[in-house]
């Protein structure tokens, strides 16, 4: 079993994690094999060895077939192509993945769905979610989780997480940074953030910050009777001005 740390300079998404984790080393087609067993279609993944500030890296994406949703919005009139928190579920305990993976999908969807529901003040059944519950934001969070499994990781830690400063404009509005989604998620929890006040935009969203909370048990530096083996990046799709890019370690205890 392994330990991973997570070097969070930049923040953390679904996709930055999975880009990470791939770029560790683990093989794309057997992840592809794992991720089939959510028995949906739709969609393509893509994975790509990529270079930004001439620093190598994996960037991790998926392309939905038609159109793409975005943002969460409250549930007040009939849409096309949304999914409640049920029906996300039912997704997850439909699938042949293994159980643990299973629990632990389930348990980030409904906490970035509590933290929604209490943000916009209504009940979890009223709320629908576009970017966290569209298909690209289903497998990004159930292969965070194959992925740690295929690197047979057990204790994940992590340095502070750094977030933007600001607002950004959504389609209902302007939001603080961190969101509040995110913010919300840091009740009751002892996740730590600081604010780059250069970078003028999120840099840890709802899906990075619930992957944060499932996972990490200890916020530290790299602990001490710990050496690095291996070192990945996974690039964010975002534009901050800086280096957009998680960077995760894994550890091995020294001989």
Do not use: W
Request: proline share 2%.
């Amino acid at each position: 079993m392994n330990t991973l740390y997570l070097d969070a300079f930049s923040g953390i998404s679904g996709d930055m994690f999975i880009g990470a984790l791939l770029d560790l080393g683990i093989d794309f087609e057997e992840f592809k094999k794992e991720l089939a067993k959510i028995n949906v279609d739709g969609y393509e993944l893509k994975n790509e060895k990529i270079s930004k500030s001439s620093i190598f890296g994996t960037s991790f994406d998926v392309r939905i077939h038609g159109e793409k949703d975005h943002g969460f919005i409250e549930q007040h009139h009939h849409t096309h192509d949304v999914r409640h928190l049920t029906d996300i579920l039912k997704i997850i305990n439909d699938s042949d993945l293994k159980d643990v993976i299973k629990e632990q999908a389930t348990d980030v969807f409904t906490e970035i769905a509590k933290a929604e529901a209490i943000v916009h003040n209504i009940e979890i059944s009223e709320i629908h979610f576009h970017e966290v519950g569209a298909l690209d934001s289903i497998i990004d969070i159930i292969g965070c989780f194959i992925a740690l499994d295929l690197l047979n990781v057990n204790k994940v830690i992590s340095s502070t997480l750094t977030d933007g400063s600001g607002f950004i404009d959504v389609a209902h509005g302007r939001m603080p940074v961190p969101v509040p989604a995110v913010m919300q998620m840091r009740v009751g929890s002892q996740i730590l953030i600081k604010q780059d006040i250069a970078i003028h935009t999120e840099l840890i969203t709802p899906t990075g910050m619930g992957i944060v909370k499932n996972i990490v048990s200890e916020f530290s530096e790299i602990p001490s009777e710990l050496t690095i083996e291996k070192v990945g990046y996974g690039f964010g799709k975002r534009e901050t001005g800086g280096f957009n890019a998680l960077r995760v370690l894994l550890l091995e205890k020294k001989n």
